[in-house]
């Protein structure tokens, strides 16, 4: 059964960095379409950043240049690094994987906490 296993979370005051990662079994995450959602206290899951298998990389707005999803392929893992983070990015993070001709994502994380504290 494909698994993603999540790790890398943590509680961080505002301005403080952290490095979920995803690691994967049973298939070769390079041969997909990642991606990293989040889902606040009491709010629907978001999208976050989306890594495709050329390595072309695409944000939501207010993580631009604060986050960088990337792809260790040796290590079949995936990476958010998140940067000055703010009390707003307190939330459950998930990652996901989908085939890319497929429009949804069929593999998810369990999720990993990170909570920012002001």
């Known amino acids: 059964e494909v698994q993603l296993v999540e790790s890398g979370g943590g509680s961080v005051d505002s301005g403080g960095s952290l490095r979920p990662s995803c690691a994967a079994t049973?298939?070769?995450?390079?041969?997909?379409?990642l991606a990293w959602f989040r889902q606040a206290p009491g709010k629907e899951r978001d999208w976050v950043a989306t890594?495709?298998?050329?390595?072309?990389?695409n944000y939501k707005d207010p993580v631009k240049g604060l986050f960088a999803i990337s792809l260790d392929g040796a290590k079949n893992t995936l990476y958010l690094q998140m940067d000055s983070l703010k009390p707003d990015d307190t939330a459950m993070y998930f990652c996901?994987?989908?085939?890319?001709?497929?429009?949804?994502?069929?593999?998810w994380g369990q999720g990993t906490q990170v909570t920012v504290s002001s």
């Open positions: 996901a994987a989908r085939l890319c001709y497929q429009p949804d994502y069929q593999h």
């Open positions: 049973e298939y070769d995450l390079s041969n997909h379409c």
């Open positions: 890594i495709l298998t050329n390595g072309r990389q």
